[in-house]
């Protein structure tokens, strides 16, 4: 329920108090109503942990949690470490008691406390069960605070613009809402800070070193740009960005024609990884590859417009 229709203010003050507060306020998913309590079916919540490869090493953050059951079954069946958060102290009590009741009280536990003042940055994965709006307002949170590679996975609704890495449907058969006894599943892997420009200067396949020049420009996972070297400019090919993981193949040198795949991890402003080169009747190259971030850009996706949220009914 919103916590501003909690209150006792009569009718036509709310409501003056609602237009005064979204032409005076951004936008906040608190304003919209809290999500209400809806459990997931125990086979989606078992599908949510095997799509997201929970292991032993893995930290799980459910915001929203319910009766605890997501973080429960990670440690339970996985082994793996989390906390879960909730609203409403009945469901955090009852989380807690079923946690010590499954043996795992000491790696799963449960906080009175609201999504958007949780420190989400032990995640190594976060599941979410939340409305469709307050899935977009916690976006941002979620890319800035998440560590590159932390995977994410929601029941039923996706985040907009940043389509995920995977999406299915599945039978649902104890599903509580909804006529068709059917879950969607929504996952993605949280991409490192790849665009700006990088440089680095090398013997690409054993010739004279050249100084190569990489433009990336990244909307969330998705990357695209070129890449430079004496003069020539040429546009990447099979970019693609999985949580650190930088990997694309320019086509290079016109007189003997060669195909570069670049393969790198991205930690802050560098990348460490290998290029291979692949020449036709030749055995491929492989050798080491570092490059120097020299401008960082803002990913495109920090300019998206903030959400459009339709108020609540009253
Ligand atoms: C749809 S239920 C999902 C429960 C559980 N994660 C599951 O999948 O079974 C959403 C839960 O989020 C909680 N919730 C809603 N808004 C919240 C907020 N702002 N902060 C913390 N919890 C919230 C509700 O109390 C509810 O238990």
Partial sequence: MNRIFNSAVCAPALAALLVASLLIAPARAQDYGDTPYVQTPQNVVDKMLDVAKIGAK?????????????????AQRYGAKGFGVDLDRRLVTLSNRLAAKAGV??????????????????????TIYLLPEVNLMMRPKLLAMLKPGTRVVSHDYGMGEWTPDLTFTMDAPGKTVGREKKSKVFYWVVPARASGKWRWRSAADGGVARDFELALTQMFQKVEGTLSVEGKTVPIEEAKLVGETLSFVA?????SPARYEFNG????????????TVRAGATPQQQSWSAARTEIWEPRHFALPAPTLVPPQQ
């Fill in 105 to 126: 009280a000491d790696r799963a536990v449960f906080y009175e406390r609201d999504i958007y003042e949780t420190d989400l940055s032990p995640a190594s994965v976060v």
């Fill in 265 to 276: 991890r991205i930690i802050n402003h560098a990348i460490e990884g290998a290029v291979r």
């Fill in 251 to 255: 086509r290079l040198d016109t007189s």
């Fill in 58 to 74: 893995d930290y799980v953050i459910d915001l929203g949690s319910g009766d605890g059951r997501m973080v429960i079954t990670a």
